[in-house]
């Protein structure tokens, strides 16, 4: 089981973000780190891997859809606007993935 958590939210296009490259906590988390998490009361661990812009940009292309179809307003903002068959434009996620810093925790098997 995984988790996503996107770090910080820029301003729509084509502002340049900086508001998420304020935050520093994700950087710790690069190239892996183990984590726990703290999930419905219970104590739970994985690792922690970022995906940030242009370097992983097929995973964040990957995750980005559902991500967006999770909480559309985060679409909005950035002006990404959904197909009426639910997909997203190729080039509207390759943009918004250069602004994206996204960390995924995988957890543990034995946390599930």
């Known amino acids: 089981m995984s988790f996503w958590c996107v770090v910080g939210s820029p ?17 710790n988390l690069r190239g892996g780190a183990p984590v726990g998490l703290g ?48 997909t997203y434009a190729e080039e509207d996620l390759r943009q918004a993935a250069k602004d994206t810093i996204l960390v995924s925790v995988k957890l543990d098997s034995a946390s599930k």
């Open 39 to 86: 999930l419905r009361g219970e104590r739970m661990t994985g690792t922690a891997v970022v995906l940030h812009g242009e370097q992983d940009e097929a995973a964040l292309m990957a995750a980005l859809p559902i991500y967006f179809r999770r909480f559309p307003a985060a679409a909005q903002r950035r002006q990404i606007h959904s197909e009426p068959d639910g």
């Open 11 to 27: 301003p729509p296009r084509p502002a340049p973000s900086k508001g998420r490259e304020k935050k520093t906590w994700w950087r």
